[in-house]
């Protein structure tokens, strides 16, 4: 069993243990913004209804589409696939006031990852030229602000959303990275969950800044096997999510292959690859999209390797005036399942995280 500390979330001065358990855990998750469980596959009912929908919608027969998408939102009230698709097939009838009302919702609902579906659907395409589109760009603005607010005290991890796509264990080769990973926050005092990234699955490891107001991660593409037992990644790029807007700068791709890359919530990284080696941080203004040389000593943070990702030190905890909660994160390791974090609080079962795929608090080693 292997427990690392990586949050630590302290009550108000003066409110008493047992008030701050109270509000921390719910048995069942209680309102607020985020999903119940973005890990939990959708109801095969809703799922079945949803493909009934679709099969309607490609023979033109809105109504009766709309009539099956209705019902699949019924049998699973987290499943918001159907919600897109009322959207859609109110587009293809130009019926845009109705379609911007259902994109509201879903915007409302789950932010992310919806907003960048909204924005690349295909059938969804007529309303970026319609009288409409401003009227979606605010509602994306709101649901953007409300989705990053009161993140402060949340506790972050990587989660995979379903079974990774899983690298031979033997043999040289180029093997494509999809574990099926993203950021995530859980909010103790709710216990509903908020998705962060949205770069199709493949973030393999992240830190907190140490202001909290922001998440640094990493993706990649590839793993290379080479001959001599020799492991790199390819395609690596470094991202910065800004929580209270959930805007994202300029990814920055690392040339060439890495063999170990640390984090720290400063903003540098420790580059260990065939083509740039040593410490940088994102660059300002004009080179604010580059990597420019710092001179510091890496330590703490998050550290990944073809291996995957650990923690390899907590992160400060958050400031007294501001936790309602005083939670403990830490991770779980048992032979045979997936690592896992857990979620604890005095007079409150834990919460566990990651049973089905796996979660971590930098990230998850590397299927």
């Known amino acids: 069993m292997l427990a690392l500390v990586a949050a630590l979330v302290i009550a108000q001065g003066g409110a008493p243990p047992a008030a701050a358990a109270v509000q921390c855990l719910p048995a069942t998750p209680g309102p607020g913004v985020g999903t119940i469980d973005p890990f939990r596959p959708p109801a095969p009912a809703a799922t079945q209804l949803n493909a009934e929908g679709k099969t309607f919608y490609r023979l033109g027969k809105w109504d009766d589409a709309r009539a099956k998408y209705r019902a699949a939102e019924a049998a699973d009230a987290e499943f918001l696939a159907p919600r897109l698709n009322v959207a ?7 019926r845009f006031a109705e ?29 970026k030229v319609h009288a409409v589109m ?16 009161g993140l402060d005290d949340a506790v972050l991890f990587v989660g995979r959303a379903r079974a990774p ?8 080769g180029v093997f494509i990275l999809n574990p099926h990973q993203e950021v995530y926050a859980f909010i103790p005092e709710t216990g509903r969950f ?12 992240f830190v907190r800044s ?14 290379v096997r080479g001959p001599g037992a020799s492991v790199v990644l390819r395609g690596v790029s470094l991202h910065e999510l800004t929580l209270a807007t959930m805007t994202t ?32 941080a994102r660059g300002v203004g004009d080179k604010g999209g580059a990597l420019v040389p710092r001179r510091e000593s890496v330590r703490g943070g998050a550290v990944l390797t073809p ?27 048992t032979a045979g399942k997936p690592r896992a974090v857990v979620v604890s609080t005095p007079g409150r079962p834990p919460r566990r995280i990651g049973d089905s795929f796996g979660a971590g608090l930098a990230g998850l080693p590397i299927p």
């Open 88 to 94: 859609c097939s109110f587009v293809r009838q130009e």
């Open 307 to 333: 291996a995957g990702a650990v923690v390899v030190k907590a992160p400060p905890a958050t400031r007294p005036d501001k936790g309602v909660c005083r939670v403990a994160a830490t991770e779980s390791e």
């Open 165 to 172: 796509l899983r690298i031979p264990e033997q043999g040289d």
């Open 249 to 280: 700068a300029a990814p920055i791709p690392i040339e060439g292959d890495v063999r170990r890359l640390a984090m720290t919530g400063s903003g540098a990284f420790a580059i260990q690859g065939d083509k740039i080696a040593g410490v940088y």
């Open 134 to 149: 401003p009227q979606i760009r605010a509602a994306m603005t709101e649901a953007a602000a409300a989705w990053g607010a």
């Open 99 to 127: 379609a911007t009302a259902e994109v509201k919702t879903l915007l409302r609902r789950a932010y992310v990852p919806w907003a960048r579906e909204v924005l690349e659907a295909a059938d969804l395409g007529a309303l």
């Open 194 to 205: 908020r998705q962060l990234t949205a770069e199709d699955g493949r973030v393999l490891a």
């Open 210 to 223: 140490n202001d909290r107001r922001r998440v640094i991660y990493a993706t990649a593409d590839k793993l």
